[in-house]
């Protein structure tokens, strides 16, 4: 099963570093220099994650930078998160510790996962989530670590058995907090990292340039851009709760993305894709108008510009005149139908290719995208080696084994390595089947490109169908 989301956090640590300070002079030069520390490092990529300093201030788009270990995959599934405006529904939370922690210490009272989308309110709003809501995980895996980084991961739960966990909500904002309760093996007390020290700060960290701390003016500076990311979380949080920033040991503030996205997901477990489509039923008809539903509300004005059909004549592709037809009203899922009605009917036995493009708008005016999963077919790169038993990942960007397990109704604080094992299998198995379908489509990517200039990033969803043949019903 994959659905719509990557390992993002994990393989963001093995694979980038940040244009941030990997380590800061102590506050109190009396203090002692060693003991255990929560990690922020860019230079191994140890920092908590997903977070909003991996967006660009200017664009408000991510920005997760190229690495020389990045597979030519990897480099590609960058490229298309990298067009959003935050991270994905459906993100893992991982916040890494240089030893091992004890586990009695991570309660819901030590570790807080808030919602924090209505921080800049009169007076602000801020919703705690609860232990229903979300898991806290640590070291768990297939194979968990036996070195440090060791990840500390916060992730949401399903509302109910064999159903997929819930996203958080797009376009929302979440701040993720480890206190200082939290201890290491044997109960032992964590030192502060300064550099989470100086991001708590109450304060601006330099003004007009100029250092207001022991920092140098250049550190101060680069440091209060990282600050400023997290002070309106803190604040709203302090407001609305007995929390206090001076109690946190490592955090992370993180939006979601917010663009309307075309469901879309063909895998075996949660399967929704657009109708008529080959393989399934009912097969289309030369009265039949392809229909494909988004997560939220559509412009409607801007459904025009990037709703095509066409014909497939040998390499061809066959423009075919079309009125999309925007339905306001949400389906018994929720979601937003997009008809798409030919002009005429169409021909018996002749296969269509029906194609979306991010032209179109949410109604929050924001450009539409695609499922996370359809932008694995966009990709001219293969996810993994059919040719090989036990096919491996062509990149760590597609490791997303606790989804699986938990898709599959496994608690993973229970779990055992035999469940690891068999949600990892079904993930190679269900990737096996994307990459196949990948082989499929991705000569439309390619036609797309050369004869109607659409760039296959700019593809939200594809799917081919053929209609019955003359007579037949």
């Known amino acids: 099963m994959l659905r719509r989301r990557f390992a993002l956090a994990t393989a963001l640590a093995s694979s980038i570093g940040l244009t941030l300070i990997a380590c800061a002079p102590e506050l109190n030069r009396d203090a002692p220099a060693t003991g ?40 590609e599934i960058k490229a298309s998160i990298n067009r959003l ?5 459906a993100q893992t939370i991982t916040i890494p510790f240089d030893v091992m922690l004890d586990p009695a210490t991570l309660t819901y009272d030590n570790v807080l996962l808030y919602d924090v989308t209505r921080a800049s309110e009169t007076p602000p709003v801020v919703t705690q989530l609860t232990s229903a809501d979300f898991y806290i995980l640590f070291n768990v895996g297939l194979t968990p670590a036996t070195s440090p980084p060791y990840n500390l991961i916060l992730k949401r739960k399903s509302p109910g058995p064999f159903q997929l966990p819930t996203d958080f909500t797009p376009g929302g904002h979440f701040a993720a907090i480890v206190t200082d309760a939290v201890r290491g093996a044997g109960n032992v007390p964590f030192l502060d990292n300064p550099i989470f020290v100086f991001l708590r700060s109450r304060t ?3 003004v007009s340039g100029k250092s207001t701390t022991i920092l140098d003016d250049l550190t101060a500076v680069q440091l209060e851009a990282t600050r400023s990311v997290y002070d309106p979380a803190f604040k709203a949080i302090e407001a609305n709760s007995s929390f206090t920033r001076d109690h946190a040991l490592s955090f992370t503030v993180f939006s979601v993305e917010s663009g ?6 063909p895998t075996a477990v949660g399967t929704v894709v657009p109708l008529p489509i080959d393989g399934a039923v009912p097969q289309a008809t030369a009265s039949s108008k392809p229909t494909i539903t988004f997560d939220q509300p559509l412009d409607a004005a801007t459904a025009a510009s990037g709703t095509h059909l066409y014909r497939v004549d040998g390499t061809s592709l066959v423009d075919i005149a079309v009125t999309p037809n925007v339905v306001a009203q949400a389906d018994a899922l929720g979601h937003y139908p997009l008809e798409i009605v030919p002009a005429a009917p169409l021909d018996a036995g002749a296969t269509y290719v029906a194609v979306l493009t991010d032209s179109i708008k949410g109604a929050n005016g924001v450009a539409t995208e695609a499922f996370s999963f359809f932008s694995l077919l966009r990709n001219a790169n293969p996810l993994v080696d059919l040719s090989k038993v036990g096919a491996e990942l062509n990149s760590p960007f597609l490791d997303n084994t606790l989804d699986v397990l938990l898709a599959f109704g496994v608690d993973p604080t229970q779990a055992t390595n035999d469940d690891w094992k068999s949600a990892y299998s079904n993930l190679l198995g269900n990737l096996a089947d994307l990459e196949t379908l990948r082989l499929k489509y991705g000569g439309f990517f390619a036609t797309l490109e050369t004869q109607k200039q659409i760039p296959h990033l700019s593809v939200t969803a594809l799917w081919q169908f053929t209609t019955t043949s003359a007579g037949v019903r």
């Open 36 to 75: 255990n520390r929560p990690d922020f490092d860019s230079t191994t990529g140890a920092f908590p994650l997903p977070s909003d300093l991996l967006k660009n201030p200017a664009t408000g788009k991510l920005a997760l930078p190229a690495a020389p270990a990045d597979s030519p995959l990897t480099t």
């Open 85 to 89: 405006d935050g991270w994905l529904t």
């Open 204 to 206: 601006p960290l330099a």
């Open 260 to 265: 309307a996205r075309a469901v879309y997901n």
